[in-house]
């Protein structure tokens, strides 16, 4: 058919042309971006799914990284508080020596002191200078805050780590359930004459400490029993009581310590001819409670079941709940570990040892140091840390007969200094106990962040690593293009693109004959 108005030949080779050229431009786009998907259209789906992996990404790429700026924060901390460990254990050999004084001279003594007061100085101001990009590490700031915690109740108290998710505080309520106790050992001193020791003999104390013998004459009060164990109470951790304040009552031997690491064994001792009469011991049976009431009323407790003989007691650990947790008990002291609550505390004689009495309640207001470890922001990829004061005035708490006393108080003019404790009688073992707690919790703290570094910084990163290389190549499979299938569809959209040319001018040329009909 010969027809001049329509061109239905070109209207074909222009359609097959413009999707040739089409396809050459796609082709072009991806070689030229590298990418499979440029736009939604490229592929709708694929788009969608690369671009939450894209997101994924970026978070876990982010979480690499601030898993290694923790990892600075933490190793500088660290590299801080090596420098305390080193000024306390200095400390720790000035007062082993200054407490040799038989050997030294207090010209001596007081050169030590000197020196102890200068390394005081320097853990405070170490306490105060340790800083990351302006971020202060060891001088509290880092620590949590509490609010309400009461002295008669809670000693001391510190929290590892608290998470605050859908809380501007949390609440932590102490209730204790089985009471903290003492070794004790119950001697009836009711026999003719009440109150006295009816024959010479020789008690073996021993205790935590260590043993000591002692030898009481007969006819004696039991007061001097009393005295004479508490004479050497330092030496064996065993003190003795007289029972309701009064001799006819008998006498109590205790552990000074509570729980189950503290215990009192008290044996009479002798050979041949040792008086017929005994020396008989009772305890409580299964770590019974105490009777508070008075008098102490021996036959019933006896005839009860409650008393039974025996010459060697141990104390008993603290337990508690803790918002509900059971908490790990240690003599007075407790400690709880979890991901939502971390905490450690020096309970009061007065509350651990009275299961009856109403829990104790206090808040943690705010503060310590949270770490975003994963893509998400949700409290299980995120890290709670409490870092507490190093300063002087803050380390080695330890409650003695003067209250709850610190590091600082082994300066010059301080309770444990050297000078005091040469006027305690060389009595150098308040400042000992002082600094134990003191390098305890230094090298403790040193711990608690080893084990962060290695145990949850380190592997959080090999495993975001490991995460990253498959997310990576899992959207570079959808996003990406492949060269060699591109390069290949691109010769052909060429070949293509060519041969539409030729045929749409072929087709424009095809009408042109229709003017042979005309002549």
């Known amino acids: 058919m010969a027809r001049i108005n329509t061109n239905i030949s070109s209207v074909i080779a222009q359609a097959h042309l413009g999707r040739s050229q089409q396809e050459l431009n796609l082709r072009l786009e991806r070689l030229s971006t590298g990418l499979r998907i440029n736009r939604g259209k490229d592929d709708p789906a694929g788009l969608i799914i690369s671009e939450r992996i894209r997101s994924d990404i970026q978070g876990v790429d982010q979480g690499i990284k601030n898993a290694e700026r923790a990892s600075s924060v933490i190793s500088t901390t660290e590299a801080s508080l090596a420098e305390i460990n080193d000024l306390l254990n200095s400390i720790k050999g000035l007062i082993v020596q200054s407490a040799n004084t038989g050997a030294n001279s207090a010209a001596e003594r007081e050169a030590n002191q000197l020196q102890i007061n200068s390394a005081i100085d320097s853990i405070t101001r170490i306490s105060n200078t340790a800083s990351f990009g302006g971020l202060k590490l060891l001088d509290g700031t880092l620590d949590y805050t509490l609010s309400g915690v009461r002295s008669s109740a809670i000693s001391t108290a510190r929290v590892n780590n608290a998470s605050f998710v859908n809380a ?16 004790a050992l119950y001697y009836n001193g009711a026999t003719a004459p ?11 104390i021993k205790g935590s400490t260590g043993v000591q013998v002692i030898t009481v004459q007969s006819g004696q009060s039991l007061t001097k029993l009393v005295d004479a164990v508490n004479n050497i109470r330092s030496f064996t951790g065993v003190e003795a009581e007289l029972i309701n304040g009064n001799v006819n009552s008998g006498v109590v031997f205790r552990s000074v310590e509570y729980g189950t690491d503290a215990f009192v064994d008290v044996r009479r001792i002798g050979g041949p001819g ?24 021996w036959a019933g407790l006896i005839l009860a079941g409650t008393l039974e003989q025996g010459d060697r007691d ?15 008990g240690r003599g007075l002291e407790l400690k709880l570990n979890s991901p939502a609550l971390g905490l450690e505390m020096v309970l009061d004689e007065g509350l651990a040892t009275r299961p009856t009495a109403t829990p104790t309640t206090f808040y943690i207001t705010g503060g310590g140091s949270l770490f975003q470890l994963g893509p998400d922001v949700t409290a299980l990829q995120q890290a709670n840390f409490g ?19 610190f590091l600082s108080s082994l300066r010059d003019g301080g309770s444990n200094s050297i000078v005091e404790a040469v006027r305690r009688g060389n009595d150098f073992t308040a400042a000992s106990s002082v600094l134990d707690k ?3 919790e230094v090298t403790l703290l040193r711990g608690r962040f080893g084990a962060f570094e290695r145990n949850v910084l380190a592997t959080n990163v090999r495993s975001l690593q490991s995460q990253f290389e498959n997310l990576t190549a899992s959207e570079s499979q959808i996003r990406d293009a492949d060269f060699a299938a591109e390069t290949s569809k691109l010769t052909r959209a060429q070949i293509l693109a060519s041969a539409g040319t030729s045929t749409l001018t072929l087709a424009n040329q095809q009408s042109q004959q229709v003017l042979q009909l005309l002549g």
């Open 274 to 297: 040792q008086p017929a009469d005994t020396f008989d011991l009772y305890k409580f049976a299964n770590n019974a409670p105490v009777p508070s009431a008075a008098p102490f009323d």
């Open 438 to 440: 003191a390098i305890d």
């Open 168 to 183: 501007a505080s949390i609440q932590v309520e102490v209730d204790v359930v089985a009471s903290a106790q003492v070794g």
């Open 314 to 328: 141990s104390g008993r650990d603290v337990s508690a709940l803790v918002n509900g947790n059971l908490a790990t």
């Open 387 to 405: 870092i507490p004061s190093v300063a002087a005035s803050r380390l080695g708490g330890t409650k003695t007969t003067n209250g709850v006393e």
């Open 194 to 204: 009440a109150g006295t020791i009816v024959s010479s003999m020789t008690l073996e």
